[in-house]
């Protein structure tokens, strides 16, 4: 089945630097990369998500890259904020279900 | 904006008794899911759910788990004798078509097994 790597499980940053999240998977066949967002106590919440057929996508402050050689992906989130601050999950899928990274806590230090 | 409603938020019960948990999909989406997140680990699919049945499921859930439309709102997923182990956040989600569509998750059910 599909494995999930992601990196770091933990990153802090000062209020307006970048952060950037990586992730890798192992099954060639997935092609639908989403990132979530886990505020304490709630569900994952969609903040974008890209599918294979390309290799870029942005939306606002955030990013994310797909290189489907590599089989990597990351996520870019710039000018961070103070709510910013929560638990990042990448997620890889070939059909119906999702399998997720282990997570990046995510602090940003006003 | 339309989102996937579960209940109950908490739910502490004793080892061996049954369990369902309610979930509310998005009104127009087709597949549902249920996945779990026992503390401090990843997010795991359990199963997914298509017209009226099973389409894929995962080796964690076994015979003790199962899920039901009762009727063309509501998804449940019983858990027929709870172990400790089975203490975990579960989360609803349901997508409008399946292969590569957005999935929407529920805010969770947490499930304390004593």
């Known amino acids: 089945g599909e494995n999930v790597e992601q990196h770091p499980s933990t990153l802090s940053v000062q209020e307006g630097d970048s952060a950037v999240i990586k992730c890798t998977y192992s099954?060639?066949?997935?092609?639908?990369f989403p990132w979530y967002k886990q505020e304490l106590g709630k569900g994952p919440q969609l903040i974008i998500d890209i599918r294979s057929n390309v290799g870029e996508k942005k939306d606002q402050r955030i990013a994310v890259t797909l290189n489907k050689t590599a089989k990597h992906f990351s996520l870019h989130i710039t000018e961070t904020q103070p709510e910013d601050s929560a638990v990042y999950f990448c997620a890889a899928a070939n059909d119906y279900k999702l399998s997720f990274g282990a997570g990046t806590t995510v602090t940003v230090r006003a | 904006e339309p989102e996937v409603t579960q209940t109950p938020s908490h739910q502490v019960t004793q080892m061996g008794q049954e369990v369902i948990l309610r979930c509310v999909p998005i009104s127009n989406h087709l597949y549902f899911y249920w996945y779990r997140q026992i503390l401090g680990q990843k997010v795991e699919f359990l199963v997914s759910?298509?017209?009226?049945?099973?389409?894929?499921k995962s080796e964690i859930f076994d015979d003790q788990f199962s899920v039901e439309r009762p009727d063309g709102s509501n998804f449940t997923l019983k858990i027929r004798s709870t172990k400790l182990e089975d203490s975990a956040m579960y989360f609803c989600?349901?997508?409008?078509?399946?292969?590569?569509?957005?999935?929407?998750f529920g805010e969770g059910s947490w499930l304390t097994v004593v």
């Open positions: 759910f298509y017209n009226n049945e099973i389409s894929e």
């Open positions: 989600a349901s997508s409008e078509t399946g292969y590569g569509n957005t999935i929407y």
């Open positions: 099954d060639s066949a997935s092609n639908y």
